[in-house]
């Protein structure tokens, strides 16, 4: 097996384990990774407990993505007429479509169904301009991270191990895309100082360390 890429992320240990029994039976070889990120230079907040990850080959994300569909439009008739979905508008269905990765299989799957019975038409090929706009959209790099390329100098150059460990995640750092494709989290520019960073600060670090033994 190739490279894993995280197809689904879950919060709950029993729903992940389930997800990957269902991939498992249908033929696909799937990793389960209990993912807890060492740091998180953004303090975005992706540290707060554990996520549960789904990984499998990228080449296997669209087969794997009709099985969790699949599986989905099959618990439609058990979902009652009182899930939030219900209430949404037109307008807030359809912005599911333009952000499907931020929604489950069930939601996608509902709020398609909802709108039919509301006698709206939903073009397939809209659908999938959609999902590759937003891919577009999602392999832009991050926002600059300013703050933490210039505390990443200051740390490096005062030998701190928290400067290498922040060039580090800038210039390595990946994303992965709902179609199983990995890019780089930050821009060139920040990636470019990220390196930087980290090799001054393992150069510092090396520096201090061995003056330390020889005259410490």
């Given at each position: 097996m190739g490279?894993?890429?995280?197809?689904?992320?879950?919060?709950?240990?029993?729903?992940?384990?389930?997800?990957?029994?269902l991939l498992s039976e249908r033929g696909i070889e799937?990793?389960?990774a209990d993912n807890l990120p060492p740091v998180d230079i953004t303090f975005s907040g992706n540290t707060v407990g554990h996520q549960y990850e789904i990984q499998i080959d990228p080449v296997n994300f669209a087969y794997a993505e009709s099985i969790l569909e699949e599986q989905e439009i099959q618990a439609l008739p058990l979902v009652e007429e009182d899930h939030y979905l219900y209430q949404f508008t037109d307008e807030e269905l359809l912005e599911i479509f333009q952000k499907p990765d931020e929604w489950s299989k069930l939601d996608y799957a509902l709020a398609r169904e909802i709108l039919l019975k509301r006698g709206k038409e939903i073009d397939q090929g809209k659908l999938d301009l959609l999902k590759q706009e937003r891919l577009i959209q999602l392999r832009k790099p991050d926002p600059s991270q300013t703050y933490w390329i210039?505390?990443?100098?200051?740390?490096?150059?005062?030998?701190?191990?928290?400067?290498i460990v922040i060039g580090y995640t800038l210039f390595s750092s990946k994303k992965s895309l709902?179609?199983?494709?990995r890019v780089f989290s930050y821009?060139?520019?920040?990636?470019?100082?990220?390196?930087?960073?980290?090799?001054?600060?393992?150069?510092?670090?090396t520096i201090t360390f061995l003056i330390r033994i020889l005259w410490g």
């Open positions: 490279t894993y890429s995280v197809l689904k992320r879950f919060s709950n240990l029993d729903e992940a384990q389930e997800c990957h029994k799937t990793r389960l210039i505390f990443g100098y200051i740390s490096a150059a005062l030998g701190g191990l928290l400067g709902p179609n199983g494709e821009s060139d520019h920040d990636r470019k100082q990220g390196t930087n960073i980290f090799y001054i600060g393992l150069f510092v670090f």
